[in-house]
């Protein structure tokens, strides 16, 4: 079946991560990797991915990772996304009901209880509650894309196209550069004493484009 992927065009998508301060130290450069001789050759393994995650188990225990390649369908990625957010608007809706029996079973909210902290003179016990509802609150999860090479031009049109969805309300998207570590193998070139031999391996740096998204509200 044909790949049904929409045409778009690229809008402006916010690469600041919010979550980062703006002031980064200063990165040593990498280190360029030696020339091989004529004799050998390097043989590219795939990238590793860790298993598929099941929606159904927090992002804190298991990362929902979907990792795009030039020919993941559209439709198919865009489905699994949904999903991944469905079960964890679920997660979030359920632990916030918990927590309103909860603070409702001992007659006050959570707003009285950091008052009651203050005006008793806890203020080791008031900082503790305000450090974990701030943590609460920015510990959001998220499904995060991640692509490398050829593979980027289809996740940026995954993340345009939902950055435009609900008139850009239905989404938070946020782009984020990396790298990754690719293992390449060193061989020997066919016609040569041993030829295809195994004789090492070294590792080099990937630049990588990670995409997370999330529920407005979540």
């Not at 909860?102 to 016990?125: I, S």
């Amino acid at each position: 079946m044909a790949d049904s992927t929409p045409s778009t065009t690229f809008p402006s998508i916010n690469t600041q991560d919010q979550s980062t301060p703006a002031a980064h130290p200063k990165k040593q450069p990498h280190k360029k990797l030696s020339r091989l001789p004529n004799t050998h050759k390097i043989q590219k393994r795939p990238l590793l991915h860790p298993p598929i995650a099941t929606p159904y188990s927090s992002s804190a225990h298991t990362p929902k990772v979907i990792y795009i390649s030039a020919h993941t369908p559209f439709v198919a990625t865009v489905k699994r996304i949904r999903k991944y957010l469905s079960e964890m608007e679920n997660r979030t809706s359920k632990a916030t009901a918990a927590n309103k029996n909860a603070y409702q079973g001992k007659g006050r909210g959570r707003t009285e209880e950091l008052r009651g902290l203050m005006q008793g003179g806890d203020d080791a016990g008031f900082l503790k509650g305000v450090e974990e509802g701030l943590k609460s609150r920015s510990g959001s999860e998220e499904v995060v894309l991640k692509a490398t090479g050829k593979a980027i031009e289809r996740l940026l049109s995954v993340a345009c196209w939902l950055e435009g969805q609900g008139g850009g309300e239905e989404f938070v998207v946020r782009v984020r550069t990396g790298s990754v570590g690719a293992v390449d193998d060193v061989v020997v070139k066919d016609g040569e004493e041993d030829g295809d031999e195994e004789v090492g391996s070294r590792v080099r740096r990937v630049s990588c484009l990670e995409v997370g998204v999330r529920y407005k509200g979540l």
